[in-house]
């Protein structure tokens, strides 16, 4: 399974690394949050079949973001790299993104 830990997102955002990091959280549990990862693009994931080819071509890495890096984003990464992404899974989620002390911001609204 593949999935990249709190730290070392916060070092790939430190050190400039190119990737795309995607916030599927359910619309209520993200809206009820009102913060998200510096960086993080909303993509519904339960409307992935609509916006997955948006991530096409596979020219950066995708790490996959939900509240508690569990069946939301773990499947996501898994299909995404089934598609031929180098996509992964944010382990423990947003709550240890959170844990580990890394910033959030409030929701990008744009």
């Known amino acids: 399974m593949a ?3 709190a730290t070392e997102l916060a070092l ?12 599927v959280r359910r619309a209520a549990a993200r809206a009820g ?4 990862i510096p960086g993080a693009h909303w993509r519904d994931p339960a409307a992935w079949l609509d916006w997955k080819d948006a991530c096409l071509p596979a020219v950066r890495p995708l790490v996959v973001v939900c509240a508690h890096g569990q ?5 996501l ?8 992404l180098d996509a992964r899974h944010l382990q423990g989620g947003l709550a240890q993104w959170r844990a580990g002390g890394h910033a959030v911001v409030p929701l990008d609204h744009g």
Do not use: N, P, V, Y
């Open 3 to 5: 999935h990249i830990t």
């Open 77 to 84: 990464a898994a299909a995404l790299r089934a598609m031929g």
């Open 12 to 23: 790939w955002q430190a050190g400039g690394l190119a990737f795309d990091l995607l916030d």
């Open 71 to 75: 069946e939301i984003s773990q499947g």
């Open 33 to 36: 949050d009102g913060t998200q």
